[in-house]
């Protein structure tokens, strides 16, 4: 019972962060703020405001 | 960047108007209408070189100096038509992790505040040689 409550913590928190760490986050790109080649192999995303 | 990497790295720049800098929100929703009427990139970077001078009638002053139409521009501003566009933008950040102004995607690495020039030169020379890999 002990060993199936593991595995399950494993599955559904560890996996989960681990997943969430490594992956890179994909953005929505608007082609009005963006510039530069569009096949571009390197991609800097900005976040920024104004003031 | 765009010079020295041409060809190779595309800039997407992405609203994040932080709740202290007042004036950022109208800043960022005038250049969504500049850019709605061709004019983003002139538009952004007159602001960067004017901030925080973003009183209503600055904002109006910088699109007809970019060569915006005065009466398209202010319609667009006053009925705040990219207010929703500007919230999409912000929330996709927070999503992200982003907690600060400027921050940097670089092909997923996250790069938070201000580099120097070497730095950004650096984690374009690793995307690019992980893409070659």
Redesign the interface.
Known sequence: MNRARIALFLLVVLVPAAWAHTS??E????P???????A???????????? | MLKEFPGKVRLVFKDFPLAAHERARPAAEAARCAGALGKFWPYHDRLFTNQPRFARDELVQYAIEVGLERASFIRCLDERRFRAAVDADAAEGRAAGVRGTPTFFINGEKLVGAHPVENFRSVINDALKARTR
Request: avoid cysteine.
């Open positions: 890179s986050p953005f929505i790109l608007d009005v703020m963006t510039k530069g080649a569009p571009a192999p390197v991609t800097i995303v900005e976040f920024s405001d104004y003031q």
